[in-house]
């Protein structure tokens, strides 16, 4: 006896009709000469195919990607063993447009890392209080100390960007930050602190197969706030602002170094290669620890019953 329901035994009886068969092929034939026809005529809008954000378009290999990958993240574990010791304290910057890859750059550079050295800063709007200090006084809370390296998910550049485009800051206030951002930035540079920042640059083509792809991804879909679908009609503005950024505060002691992130995978390496480069660090690895043996458990001493305790159902 088939085990299928009545809907799929429908369907599998509907397609053993060579009469139904035909007609079906005969009402798609139909429907695709008229789908052509009124695509001629511009009534329909062309059919695009979004891949998902996690297939991407990269034409490196997953291989050589995985393994380049694990390469530069040993590298990674060993710089930070270095600025540990020797007290460094670097800051990045992750700038660029919305769903330019800087968030899974970001995630990549910092897995490897311990937690308690790498710190990934990523504030939100500012609250009422906030608004009334000084601009840079909630960024400067959360800069590094001695042997931390703290990476921001945006950072000060907001003011130049996203509140300069959408009218969140005032004239006066986008002038103040323009001409106070180089020395502010000079200042963290002379007092020891290594700045690296990073422009992530997309297409207009790549940012709106990334949108798409997130609207149909549920687990990513969370990616698109209203100020990013907002930002979509914008983007002449957005480039506009940036171009002015970059002329104020391209600085030698901080300079702008511009990602080309339509390769996700490529940015990346790209990205992650060039911050060790800017890093003149030493491998201070220590050297691997010898487990003696385990001492055996106290005579006297007796586990409880396992009915006393609460498990996690093991469903995989």
């Not at 460094?88 to 308690?116: H, Q």
């Not at 030493?282 to 001493?301: C, G, W």
Request: aromatic residues 10%; charged residues 30%.
């Amino acid at each position: 006896m088939s085990k299928n329901n009545g809907k799929t035994d429908s369907v599998t009886n509907h397609s053993l009709d060579p009469k139904q068969n035909k007609k079906s092929s005969k009402d798609k034939k139909k429907a695709k000469k008229q789908r052509e026809k009124d695509r001629a005529k511009g009534l329909e809008p062309p059919v695009f195919h979004y891949l998902s954000e996690s297939e991407g378009s990269s034409k490196l290999t997953s291989k050589f990607y995985e393994k380049e990958l694990a390469r530069l993240q040993v590298e990674l574990v060993k710089m930070q063993y270095w600025v540990k010791h020797t007290g460094t304290r670097i800051v990045i910057l992750f700038e660029g447009r919305d769903a330019a890859g800087k968030g899974g750059t970001i995630k990549r550079l910092t897995e490897p890392l311990n937690p308690r050295g790498c710190r990934v800063v990523a504030l939100g709007t500012p609250s009422d209080r906030e608004k009334t200090e000084w601009y840079f006084q909630r960024y400067v809370a959360h800069l590094p100390a001695a042997g931390e390296i703290v990476c921001f998910d945006r950072s000060w550049y907001n003011r130049a960007g996203v509140e300069r485009v959408m009218g969140f800051c005032t004239n006066e206030q986008y002038d103040e930050f323009m001409q106070t951002c180089p020395e502010f930035e000079r200042m963290l540079v002379r007092s020891g602190i290594i700045l690296l920042k990073y422009w992530f640059s997309v297409s207009d083509d790549e940012q709106e197969r990334r949108f798409q792809s997130r609207i149909t991804d549920p687990a990513r879909r969370w990616k698109l706030s209203p100020m990013d679908l907002e930002s979509r009609d914008r983007w002449v503005e957005y480039s506009q602002a940036k171009d002015a950024m970059f002329a104020h505060t391209n600085i030698p002691e901080a300079p702008w170094f511009t990602v080309e992130a339509d390769d996700k995978k490529r940015a990346r390496l790209n990205c992650i290669s060039h911050i060790l480069s800017k890093i003149d660090y030493v491998d201070m690895t220590p050297a691997p620890l010898e487990l003696t043996p385990r001492r055996s458990a106290p005579k006297d001493y007796e586990r409880p019953p396992i009915n006393e305790q609460f498990f996690v159902p093991q469903r995989y």
